[in-house]
T-cell receptor
Framework: AQSVTQPDIHITVSEGASLELRCNYS??????LFWYVQSPGQGLQLLLK??????LVQGIKGFEAEFKRSQSSFNLRKPSVHWSDAAEYFC????????????FGTGTQLKVEL | ETGVTQSPTHLIKTRGQQVTLRCSSQ?????VSWYQQALGQGPQFIFQ???????GRGNFPPRFSGLQFPNYSSELNVNALELDDSALYLC??????????????FGPGTRLTVT
């Protein structure tokens, strides 16, 4: 069965510092991978996605992620964090069996110190 | 272009009651999915509707049911509410037109509290 692991529940970084959020997935075929961001009390906003091709994908708000098949990872990065990036980040794997559903990780809460 | 909208924003119900949540999909999107997000957890897939038919279901009991209408809007119905049904319910739409997967666009959610 497909699963997503986000090993870091909370991460705190200083504004201007670099950021890397980890995501590992378990899926039997080529995965469709996503990162979403959720601000308090809000829905989910898509940051970026990987379907195929170039393993380094660029997203909105200056985020990027790298797909590494050998490590079953899809880590999210940002070179310089802004205070407005404080939110919860979810990694998800999409699959078409039984509907094109998303399986989410448990999320990483990002706090940004000024 | 109008995004995914959901109503109501918040809802308080008593255990044993029934509730209906509503979702309007993004323009041009014909597939609607529903997710339950308990506090501190990632969203869990409830079910998906495509062309007014259920097109996949997660591990939720039959008291969770849904509908999709010809205009692609959707309802989620939950009968015999339990305390554990308290959660944020998210609706997502996608422009699926074939077997390929498309990203899902989420609405702001409905916060359901069961007392």
């Amino acid at each position: 069965a497909q699963s997503v692991t986000q090993p870091d529940i909370h991460i705190t970084v200083s504004e201007g510092a670099s950021l890397e959020l980890r995501c590992n997935y378990s899926y039997g075929a080529t995965p469709y991978l996503f990162w979403y961001v959720q601000s308090p009390g809000q829905g989910l906003q898509l940051l970026l996605k990987y379907f195929s091709g170039d393993t380094l994908v660029q997203g909105i708000k200056g985020f990027e992620a790298e797909f590494k098949r050998s490590q079953s990872s899809f880590n999210l990065r940002k070179p310089s964090v802004h205070w407005s990036d404080a939110a919860e980040y979810f990694c998800a794997v999409g699959h078409t069996g039984g509907g094109n559903k998303l399986t989410f990780g448990t999320g990483t809460q990002l706090k940004v110190e000024l | 272009e109008t995004g995914v909208t959901q109503s109501p924003t918040h809802l308080i119900k008593t255990r044993g009651q029934q509730v209906t949540l509503r979702c309007s999909s993004q323009s041009g999107h014909n597939t609607v999915s529903w997710y339950q997000q308990a506090l501190g957890q990632g969203p869990q897939f409830i079910f998906q509707y495509y062309r007014e038919e259920e097109n996949g279901r997660g591990n939720f009991p039959p008291r969770f049911s849904g509908l999709q209408f010809p205009n692609y809007s959707s309802e989620l119905n939950v009968n015999a509410l339990e305390l554990d049904d308290s959660a944020l319910y998210l609706c997502a739409s996608s422009p699926r037109t074939s077997g390929d997967y498309y990203e899902q666009y989420f609405g702001p959610g409905t916060r359901l509290t069961v007392t």
